[in-house]
C-alpha cells in the first residue's frame, strides 16, 4: 500500500504561482511513477503532469506545458507541482497519483494509477 498526503494548494490571483507537494510512504519511493490530475466541479478528472521513477523523463498536459513543473526529491519520498502563472481555469482540486508503472502516453491516464491522495484544493481569482 501506498499513502499520499497532498499539501499547498490555497487561494491564489491570477498570474500567481502555487506549489504543491505529495508526500508518499509505504513503498520504495523511488520505484513509483507519480502523476499530478485535477478536477473542478462538474468536470472530469484529467491530466496535468507525470514523473518517471528517476525523475529523468517528465510529461505535462498541453495546458500545463511552459507554466507547471513536475518534479521530485526521492530522498524526501515527496513530489511537487510548481504551477506559474495560474489561470481562473486551473481552478480545481488537485490530486496526487503513484503508480507501479507507466510509460509514454500511458501516464496520462489515470486508470494506471494505483493509488490516490484526497487531494488538495487551488482556487484561482480573476
Known amino acids: 500500500q501506498v499513502q499520499l498526503v497532498e499539501s499547498g494548494g490555497g487561494l491564489v490571483q491570477a498570474g500567481g504561482s502555487l506549489r504543491l507537494s505529495c508526500a508518499a510512504s509505504g513503498r520504495t519511493f523511488n520505484s513509483l511513477f507519480m502523476g499530478w490530475f485535477r478536477q473542478a466541479p462538474g468536470k472530469e478528472r484529467e491530466f496535468v503532469a507525470a514523473i518517471i521513477d528517476s525523475g529523468g523523463t517528465t510529461y505535462y498536459a498541453n495546458s500545463a506545458k511552459g507554466r507547471f513543473t513536475i518534479s521530485r526529491d526521492n530522498a524526501k519520498n515527496t513530489v511537487y507541482l510548481q504551477m506559474n502563472s495560474l489561470k481562473p481555469e486551473d481552478a480545481a482540486r488537485y490530486y496526487c497519483?503513484?503508480?507501479?508503472?507507466?510509460?509514454?502516453?500511458?501516464?496520462?491516464?489515470?486508470?494506471?494509477?494505483?493509488?490516490w491522495g484526497q487531494g488538495t484544493q487551488v482556487t484561482v481569482s480573476s
Open positions: 497519483a503513484a503508480a507501479l508503472y507507466c510509460s509514454g502516453y500511458g501516464c496520462y491516464e489515470f486508470r494506471v494509477y494505483n493509488y
